[in-house]
């Protein structure tokens, strides 16, 4: 049984379908493996082990960030360990969010008060739940004593 990687299933969809299983169309995730490849050339100069493909490190990556799947479900379909899995995603989100094409604005810039911007906050108040507490005739069923094997044995 030949083994494929998950880059190489999705590499074989067509458009709309490589979106929908990705979250990006085909010239963003060539534009993200582009500026991946650049830093991972950058890295492997002066030689050292190449380690997991960057096709597949950005497809392990869209596939946790498209999906929120547990490493070890994601290690179990792809049969790689779960810990290359996590290295692979944030190398991945390192390298995309060092470079100038894929750099996220801040948190304070993205809610700056204006007169555009408005922030709606709703508050749910749910319902209390009762303490799940022993019943109060428990005696009668429990001595209050623990067994005591340990002085039986000799």
């Known amino acids: 049984m030949v083994k494929i990687n998950a880059y190489e299933k999705i590499i074989k969809l067509n458009d709309n379908e490589?979106?929908?299983?990705t979250g990006v169309n085909r010239d963003v995730f060539y534009k993200m493996l582009n500026v991946l490849q650049i830093k991972y050339i950058e890295e492997h100069?002066?030689?050292?082990?190449?380690?997991m493909a960057v096709?597949?490190?950005?497809?392990?990556?869209?596939?946790?960030?498209?999906e929120y799947r547990s490493f070890r479900h994601m290690a179990n379909d792809h049969?790689?360990?779960?810990?290359?899995i996590n290295e692979a995603v944030l190398w991945v989100?390192?390298?995309?969010?060092?470079s100038n094409?894929?750099?996220l604005i801040e948190l304070k810039e993205r809610f700056k008060p204006s007169n555009e911007a408005t922030i709606e906050v709703v508050i749910i108040d749910v319902e209390e739940q009762p303490i799940e507490r022993p019943k109060y005739n428990q005696k009668g069923s429990y001595s209050g004593k623990k067994n005591d094997t340990?002085?039986?044995?000799k």
């Open 55 to 66: 096709e597949l490190r950005l497809t392990l990556a869209l596939e946790y960030w498209r």
């Open 150 to 153: 340990q002085r039986n044995i």
């Open 101 to 103: 094409e894929f750099s």
């Open 45 to 51: 100069k002066h030689g050292g082990r190449l380690g």
């Open 18 to 21: 490589f979106k929908l299983i």
């Open 79 to 84: 049969q790689i360990n779960k810990s290359k």
């Open 93 to 98: 989100e390192n390298v995309l969010s060092e």
